[in-house]
């Protein structure tokens, strides 16, 4: 399955964005769907999950994002989405869709993930 995000930009403090994550060449119903991004110099990190059907097609989130950030996904048009809602400078980082068959417990985690889209950069301003 290939990937590719889109949606991020700059935006103040406070701000809204959604990022998209359209999935082509497999069915998205048979792949957890993550987020993830990655500050300079720092590691991909977990941000929320669609876990595939098989597995209850459940949403998982990070602590960070609980309240702000809601995961959707729209199989019909093989894409994911993240609502991103008050935002703060330290999300600013380039965020990743990715995609994975492994199991359930490596879902909130980056290796677990087989498959990547290039990444779209976040910028929040205080």
């Known amino acids: 399955v290939q990937l590719q995000a889109s949606g991020g930009g700059l935006v103040q403090a406070g701000g809204s964005l959604r990022l998209s994550c359209a999935a082509v060449?497999?069915?998205?119903?048979?792949?957890?769907m993550g987020w993830f991004h990655q500050a300079p110099g720092e590691e991909r990190e977990f941000i929320a999950a669609?876990?595939?059907?098989?597995?209850?097609?459940?949403?998982y989130y990070a602590d960070s994002a609980k309240g702000r950030f809601t995961i959707s996904r729209d199989l019909a048009k093989a894409e994911t989405y993240l609502q991103m809602n008050s935002l703060e400078p330290e999300d600013t980082a380039i965020y990743y869709c990715?995609?994975?068959?492994?199991?359930?417990?490596?879902?909130?985690?980056?290796?677990?993930?087989?498959?990547w889209g290039r990444g779209t950069q976040v910028t929040v301003s205080s």
């Open positions: 990715g995609a994975s068959r492994a199991a359930l417990s490596w879902i909130g985690r980056a290796g677990g993930y087989a498959y």
């Open positions: 669609y876990s595939r059907n098989g597995s209850g097609g459940t949403k």
């Open positions: 060449g497999d069915n998205l119903r048979n792949y957890h």
